[in-house]
């Protein structure tokens, strides 16, 4: 009886019906009982207090007035049609406008007739209105039933054409709780974690979340609830951690030999920070356990990320393992083999790279001499899971910017080992613990929190356009020291063409204010052909050209040493993780680099927090807490594409305290049952089974 309750499909509800469970079906993913049931309210408000038409203002997030309605005219043709009613009470009038549903409000509503109305007031010509404001009879209302905490649930325009505003959905959930049989909502919690956390029981928890009794209720149902997912998220991923563990085996790299010792005594290009010989012995006692590895590799531009790579790919060497690294694209790609090859040359290594633009001849031969264990090294782009591809003996597989790889791509490198190979991923996106809880939570997390020796932090300065000259001068001033500089232009696809037009126009005002043959430019954006974006930046690369003009195709994998100048124009369109990657492009050597933000004058809270931030540090955890909490975990880069954020109450921004609470609950329940196999846990058991069938998989790699 139990489970068959929540699982009854939407339209048996009284007063929903065939038609609206569609509505609610297309609008809100509304499909059972229990769906209904965990659309969570957004807010609460107190509908206890009235305003007065006088007190209206849009500063207020809603009003509750009591007054009549003077008239209700019908303006506009077609699709504009709308309906405005002049309500007034004793201190004036204010106009209430439907778009939607207007020919059924208008046969609704009438004159002369008291109304309680709710809503969100906004202004036009001059004139406060409220738009589909919540409307019902005053003498139908009884005041002492309303509280001051009433549920507020998201809706749609189609929603509430259909009579399912936000007051309709409390009306149908309201009902739905009523009629909830005896332990149709199942405990999935232990008493164990009840009583240690002080958690409401589910069913109270549900039934004050939607209808709280108290501020005090309300805060311990969203406690509770809030506890529930965020554990079951951490359970998930430290189990699979703990099965992937103890349960898949990996390559045994028992030694450290020549060619690890020769690179580390004879060719290291600067010794190693702490933090990368920390991260170094971590990943050694990964792959000499006889376990799968799965480490997570987080560092800043420029942190030394692929020198720890390089020294785990010649362990790999050292115990008869090749490997093998996928970047996102070519152009990465392409860096990382010619730093790899540069850095192992002397050693005479044998390394290949394997991208879409590798011609058959290429191919052909990189997969003889990858099957007969001369490569050692195969770097290369998704091409390397190509069923064509076969290794003789792969050991180690390391993944760059994996978020732009899926699950099914990362999977096949997997399985191109004879054992699963070790995986290390490797990110320059600092992701805020929060997050790397939450969606990295099964793999080893290793940090490189120091900047190589001799790295002068980056100096970045905001500028509006009134300052222009100014900066143009500095750019000056930095190529008659033998300096280059990347000019970065936005190029969103929304405006693509728009872009393209600035970026085209930035570099014919920069080819005036910098003329030939005293200076030359470069432009390269994702318009031009391979061979011409090649050709551009190589012309940089060796110095050929002072100033790069681009889109971001450079923010990952161009590292042009002598380059120490970022201008980044209308930086208020970027991202703040975004801005902080193509800093990065600069400071990689020893003279002293610079970050211009170009915006123009008007600039919302949210960009100018942006550049304050970008101004004051160059940490990327920092900068990434601040991207955080101004564009919320679904907006990070790559979090989107993982399916993995199907949060219904908790919010990785504000909820940080209780993931942390959470992970190590669940941690201490799997170190003393890790299969949940004791009586004690049977409810989590089954709470976790009953979650994999409704939610997607969370970032699994190994």
């Known amino acids: 009886m139990a489970a068959s309750f929540l699982d009854t499909p939407i339209e048996y509800l009284k007063g929903i019906g065939p038609q609206r469970a569609e509505v609610l079906k297309s609008e809100l993913g509304l499909f059972l009982f229990r769906d209904l049931l965990t659309h969570y309210p957004f807010r609460y408000v107190d509908r206890t207090k009235f305003q007065s038409v006088r007190e209206v203002s849009e500063d207020l997030p809603y009003v509750q007035l009591r007054g009549v309605i003077e008239s209700l005219t019908t303006v506009g043709v077609k699709r504009g049609q709308r309906l405005v009613a002049v309500f007034r009470d004793s201190s004036g009038t204010i106009d209430l406008v439907w778009f939607q549903g207007h020919k059924w409000m208008a046969d609704k509503l009438k004159t002369q007739t008291e109304y309680i109305v709710f809503g969100k007031p906004t202004s036009f010509n001059g004139r406060y209105n409220l738009a589909h404001p919540e409307i019902e009879l005053a003498g139908t209302v009884d005041m002492k039933l309303r509280s001051a905490f009433q549920s507020v649930y998201s809706s749609t325009e189609k929603l509430k054409s259909k009579g399912l505003d936000s007051e309709g959905l409390r009306k149908l959930i309201r009902q739905l709780i009523s009629q909830i049989p005896p332990n149709a909502i199942e405990e999935n919690l232990s008493e164990e974690l009840l009583s240690d956390f002080k958690l409401l029981p589910k069913m109270e928890a549900m039934k004050q979340i939607h209808f709280p009794d108290s501020n005090s209720l309300l805060q311990k149902a969203e406690y509770r609830l809030k506890f529930e997912e965020l554990f079951f998220i951490q359970l998930k991923l430290l189990r699979l951690h703990h099965i992937n563990v103890k349960t898949v085996p990996g390559a045994v790299f028992s030694k450290v030999g020549d060619s690890f010792n020769d690179f580390y005594n004879k060719h290291l290009p600067f010794q190693l920070t702490g933090a990368q010989k920390r991260v170094v012995k971590e990943i050694r006692t990964d792959m000499g356990s006889g376990h799968q590895m799965n480490r997570l590799l987080q560092g800043d531009v420029g942190s030394g990320k692929t020198l720890v790579a390089v020294l785990s790919m010649l362990l790999a060497i050292d115990n008869g393992f090749q490997s093998c690294l996928m970047a996102p694209t070519e152009i990465l790609a392409n860096q990382h083999f010619v730093t790899i090859r540069e850095l192992l040359g002397p050693m005479g290594t044998k390394i290949a790279l394997l991208t879409g633009s590798s011609t058959t001849k290429e191919r052909k031969l990189i997969h003889t001499q990858l099957e ?106 930095q190529i008659a020291l033998g300096r280059q500089i990347y000019v970065v232009y936005p190029l969103i696809k929304e405006s693509e063409k728009l872009d393209l037009q600035n970026l085209q126009k930035g570099y014919d005002d920069l080819v005036k204010e910098f003329p030939q043959p005293q200076y030359q430019i470069s432009i390269v954006h994702g318009k031009l052909s391979s061979e011409q974006k090649d050709f551009e930046m190589q012309r ?140 004690k846990n049977k409810d989590l058991h089954k709470g976790l089974i009953q979650r994999e069938k409704t939610r997607p998989d969370w970032a699994k790699v190994g």
């Open 372 to 477: 007969s264990g001369e490569i050692k090294i195969l770097i290369g782009t998704h091409a390397l899971i190509e069923d064509k591809v076969k290794f003789q003996n792969l050991g180690l597989v390391v993944i760059d910017e994996q978020h732009r790889f899926g699950v099914a791509q990362r999977a096949k490198l997997r399985d191109k080992g004879k054992v699963p190979p070790h995986i290390l991923i490797m990110t320059a996106t600092p992701i805020p613990r929060t997050l790397a809880m939450t969606f990295y939570g099964d793999l080893d997390t290793s940090v490189i929190d120091e900047m190589p020796p001799g790295r002068k932090p980056i100096r970045t300065s905001h500028y509006m356009e009134t300052q222009r000259l100014r900066m143009l001068g500095f750019m000056k001033e």
């Open 540 to 679: 940089f690369v060796k110095g050929e050209t002072q100033i790069m003009v681009a889109t971001t195709v450079i923010e990952v994998g161009v590292n042009v040493p002598n380059a120490s100048v970022m201008v980044i124009e209308s930086a208020e369109r970027f991202g703040l993780s975004q801005l902080h990657q193509l800093r990065g492009r600069v400071g990689r050597g020893a003279d002293q680099s610079y970050c211009i933000l170009m915006t123009s004058y008007k600039l919302g809270a949210d960009s100018r927090t942006r550049m304050e931030t970008m101004v004051r540090t160059t940490d990327g955890f920092e900068i990434s807490e601040v991207d955080l909490k101004l564009r919320g975990p679904g907006d990070i880069e790559g979090t989107q594409q993982s399916g993995v954020l199907d949060l219904k109450i908790a919010d990785l921004v504000r909820d940080g305290q209780i993931i942390q609470l959470a992970r190590t609950a669940a941690q201490t329940i799997l170190n003393e049952d890790p299969e949940l196999n004791l009586e």
